[in-house]
C-alpha cells in the first residue's frame, strides 16, 4: 500500500522560513513525481512546486511562478523524501500543503490529475 506523508507544517512571521517533508513508502520506486500544492480558504487547490525523479537521470524541477526564487524543491538520495524548503515567506502562502505522488512520472508536473496518491496535508500560516 502507496503512503504519502507530510510534514512540517506551521505558524510563521512574514519573511520568516519553513521546511515541509514528503515521505512515500510502501513500495520501491524506480522513478515518480512527487509534486507540492496547496489551498488557501476559499480558493481552488494550485500548484506549487514539484520533483521528477528517476534511476537514470538526473531530477528536474518545476515551480509556480508565485514561488520561483523563494521555495526550493529537493530530494534525500538515501529516501524516498522530497523537501520543500521556504523562504521569504508571504502571508499570502497561508494555505494547507498537499504532497502527492505520480508513480508515472507524466508529462506536466502542475497537473493534479496526473497524481496517483495525495498526503493528507499540513497547515502552513504566515502571519504579517
Request: glycine share 10%.
Amino acid at each position: 500500500q502507496v503512503q504519502v506523508v507530510e510534514s512540517g507544517g506551521g505558524l510563521v512571521q512574514a519573511g520568516g522560513s519553513l521546511t515541509l517533508s514528503c515521505a512515500a513508502s510502501g513500495r520501491t520506486f524506480t522513478g515518480y513525481t512527487m509534486g507540492w500544492f496547496r489551498q488557501a480558504p476559499g480558493k481552488e487547490r494550485e500548484f506549487v512546486a514539484a520533483f521528477r525523479w528517476s534511476a537514470w537521470s538526473v531530477g528536474r524541477t518545476d515551480y509556480a511562478e508565485s514561488v520561483k526564487g523563494r521555495f526550493t524543491i529537493s530530494r534525500d538520495n538515501a529516501k524516498d523524501t522530497v523537501y520543500l524548503q521556504m523562504n521569504s515567506l508571504k502571508p499570502e502562502d497561508t494555505a494547507a500543503y498537499y504532497c502527492a505522488l505520480d508513480i508515472q512520472s507524466r508529462s506536466f508536473t502542475s497537473r493534479e490529475t496526473n497524481y496517483d496518491y495525495w498526503g493528507q496535508g499540513t497547515q502552513v500560516t504566515v502571519s504579517s
